[in-house]
């Protein structure tokens, strides 16, 4: 600061020098002089400027600045000083809140200054050498503007840091430092340097990242730590979502079993803080992303497999079946159980198994299902219940085999609520989102299941007193016909097409009743309706339109066919009567044009042309006759070789998926296989021993 005063006293009386004379007498310094001192004392000017003449700085200075990092390595206060300033230079003031204009203009002068920066490589790798200095001031500095640089211009600094020499090794290095200021701000930086980024994912992940970030989590205090806990998890997210090898990786190393204290939930589990509950909603997210429906079928279920195992999936139970845990925390645990039970038939049988903490006790199922149809619950517990009992049901034709017998007369408990019983009272609730939750949760219990469907048909309602029961489908068509919620006719559509595809039997229930046909084909050709829908809801809306216009196409082709039998027949009868009461004069046109003229001017026409009518008619009916079984048979022929097709067709397809779950499994065997080679080279290694490759062996 001296140099600045002395800098300013040599201007004439009266005239002060401006920000830009100054700093660029101070670069000049820095630039011309000898002794280490001089230029010390000339940064530490600059960087006392650099947040007020940001714009000065960052044109006239940057150079010089980068030029000091490269000469004076010895000197760590000189490198503490430039990486100060030019973390200034290209980072907005933090501190204070600016109006929206400036806060713009300081957003695009820091991309301006990063890309500056970042033009020249080996500015970056530069940095990352910077980064090996043990100094507090250098390595914490360091850390910072790197930070600030991935923060504005992420892709190209990853592309950098890609192809540096141990770039993403010495970065690594930062979570074993012991001091936690360094530690903390590393992981705030391996956070922006591994977004979007597979490749940089896949070698943090290789450089014993989980091991360290776990140690982390556990030295912190697991859920109960605080923002550093948080830090660790939304790491381990950008290093596991959508990384198939990382999530092998992390299944492979048994990372899956050290989860499980995580979820450790004790009896009063009131007053939880917010940052825990932070804490455990990323966690629940970690267990999701491990089981999410989009990984490959083989991996989800190794990694279901081993959350049973080490008792993963009966620790998230509890918690779920626990009292005072927060809303969203409960919500987040019914998704992350439905996805850790989905198409598992191990996980799905222990989940009904489980039992709410009640007198008499209850199956959390049930238990669910009450909160699913009590519209004091939030919206989204209530989406959260609906997608775990999908999750439950899926490729579980036990469990809906379980629900639909709720519903039979035969088993039905009077003293008991059944989750069939919640299922019925609120389809028919006079709340319409229980409406629309139980018409989807029902339609699931029958999906590709046809006995189930057949099953449903004898379930009877009572309506009211003094009147015959009616069936289910009937009081769901009926509601369907009357002026409810856009969200109950949502619902009950989505019910009657799941119910009625693929199943003759409900096909003729639907049929039985002479006004749905009509009633659906006026719904279909109205959009009173539609317009009134969301985007969901029409989306939904137009699936059900699809599969009734169907029906309704199939029912209209059968409907023509059996009018033009009848027509046939009808005029069949008619002629036979016309012939037999004895009138020439009624015959048909084309049986009179078969008639020999001559015989009908013989002198006895009456006997020979009644005879001769009878025959040709008689002739005509046995004709007609003929081809009608000729029809029935060729029509017995096709169906029958339909079915062998159909048969044949279910044959390839079975094969098909049994192939392609072979060819998963498969491909899995061989990503395990290159993943213990590839572990057994690293442990050769570092015993010291020389390994060669596959190519150099061919060599």
């Known amino acids: 600061m001296n140099y600045i005063w002395e800098a300013v006293g040599r201007q004439p009386p009266g005239q002060q020098p401006s920000g830009a004379e100054t700093i660029q007498k101070l670069c000049d310094r820095v630039a011309s002089s000898t002794l280490l001192e001089d230029r010390r004392d000339a940064v530490r000017a600059i960087k006392s400027l650099s947040k007020k003449y940001r714009v000065e700085v960052g044109t006239m200075a940057m150079d010089h600045l980068l030029r000091i990092l490269q000469s004076d390595r010895t000197d760590t206060e000189i490198l503490g000083y430039a990486l100060d300033t030019l973390y200034n230079i290209v980072c907005s003031d933090e501190e204070e809140e600016p109006e929206e204009n400036q806060q713009k203009q300081e957003d695009d002068l820091g991309a301006r200054f990063t890309e500056e920066f970042i033009g020249e490589p080996d500015n970056i790798t530069l940095l990352l050498t910077l980064l090996e200095e043990f100094d507090f001031h250098v390595r914490w500095r360091g850390v910072k503007l790197l930070t600030v640089l991935l923060k504005s211009q992420c892709a190209p600094v990853q592309s950098i840091v890609l192809v540096s020499p141990m770039g993403v090794s010495r970065?690594?290095?930062?979570?074993?430092?012991?001091?936690?200021?360094?530690?903390?701000?590393?992981?705030?930086?391996l956070q922006q340097l591994t977004k979007g980024n597979t490749a940089i994912q896949k070698i943090v992940a290789f450089e014993n990242?989980?091991?360290?970030?776990?140690?982390?989590?556990?030295?912190?205090?697991?859920?109960?730590?605080?923002?550093?806990?948080?830090?660790?998890?939304?790491?381990?997210?950008?290093?596991?979502?959508?990384?198939s090898s990382n999530q092998n990786f992390f299944k492979e190393g048994s990372y899956i079993q050290k989860m499980k204290p995580w979820f450790e939930v004790g009896d009063d589990n009131s007053g939880w803080s917010a940052q825990k509950v932070t804490n455990l909603h990323l966690m629940l997210q970690l267990v999701r992303v491990m089981v999410s429906p989009v990984n490959s079928p083989g991996a989800t279920a190794s990694c279901q497999k081993a959350m049973f195992q080490c008792g993963l999936l009966q620790q998230l139970c509890t918690i779920l079946m626990a009292t005072g845990v927060p809303a969203d925390i409960l919500t987040e645990t019914i998704n992350t159980v439905s996805e850790v039970i989905r198409g598992s038939e191990v996980n799905q049988d222990y989940f009904a198994s489980v039992n709410a903490p009640s007198n008499p006790p209850r199956p959390a199922i049930v238990v669910l299902l009450m909160s699913m149809v009590n519209e004091r619950q939030p919206f989204v517990l209530r989406c959260a219940v609906l997608y775990c009992f999908q999750c439950f049901l899926y490729k579980n034709h036990k469990g809906q085999g379980e629900i639909v017998a709720t519903l039979l007369p035969s088993t039905i408990d009077a003293s008991s609520m059944s989750a069939g019983q919640l299922l019925c009272g609120g389809l028919f609730s006079a709340d319409s989102l229980s409406n629309w939750c139980a018409a989807v949760a029902l339609a699931h219990a029958l999906q590709d299941n046809l006995t189930q469907k057949e099953q449903l048909l004898r379930v009877q309602l009572a309506t009211s007193l003094g009147k015959p029961p009616v069936s289910l489908l009937q009081q769901s068509t009926n509601i369907l016909s009357q002026g409810s919620h856009v969200q109950t006719k949502v619902g009950l559509l989505m019910l009657l097409c799941t119910w009625i595809s693929n199943c003759p039997i409900a096909v003729m229930h639907f049929l039985h009743n002479q006004d749905n046909v009509p009633f659906v084909s006026f719904y279909l050709h109205t959009h009173t309706y539609t317009h009134t829908l969301s985007h969901t809801h029409t989306h939904s809306l137009t699936h059900a339109h699809s599969t009734v216009f169907v029906w309704l196409q199939e029912v209209e082709l059968l409907r023509a066919q059996l009018q033009s039998q009848s027509a046939e027949i009808a005029q069949l009868q008619r002629e036979k009567h016309q012939l037999l009461r004895g009138s020439d004069t009624t015959v048909s046109v084309p049986i009179i044009c078969l008639l020999n003229i001559s015989v009908l001017k013989s002198s006895n026409p009456v006997i020979p042309g009644r005879s001769l009518l009878l025959s040709v008619c008689q002739e005509q009916v046995q004709a007609l006759l003929e081809s009608k079984e000729l029809m029935e048979k060729e029509l017995s022929s096709a169906t029958s070789s339909a079915a062998i097709m159909q048969t044949e067709k279910s044959k390839l397809q079975q094969e098909l998926q049994e192939s392609k779950k072979e060819q998963d499994d498969l491909l899995m065997l061989l990503a395990d296989q290159d993943q213990k080679i590839l572990s057994l080279k690293h442990r050769l290694e570092d015993l010291g021993e020389t390994v060669r490759s596959s190519d150099d062996s061919d060599s």
Request: glycine letters at 8%; a negative charge; charged letters at 30%.
């Open 171 to 189: 970065l690594m290095d930062l979570l074993a430092d012991s001091r936690e200021v360094i530690r903390n701000d590393g992981l705030l930086l």
């Open 209 to 243: 990242a989980f091991e360290r970030l776990l140690e982390i989590i556990t030295e912190e205090g697991s859920s109960d730590g605080g923002i550093v806990v948080e830090d660790c998890l939304l790491l381990l997210l950008n290093l596991l979502k959508n990384n």
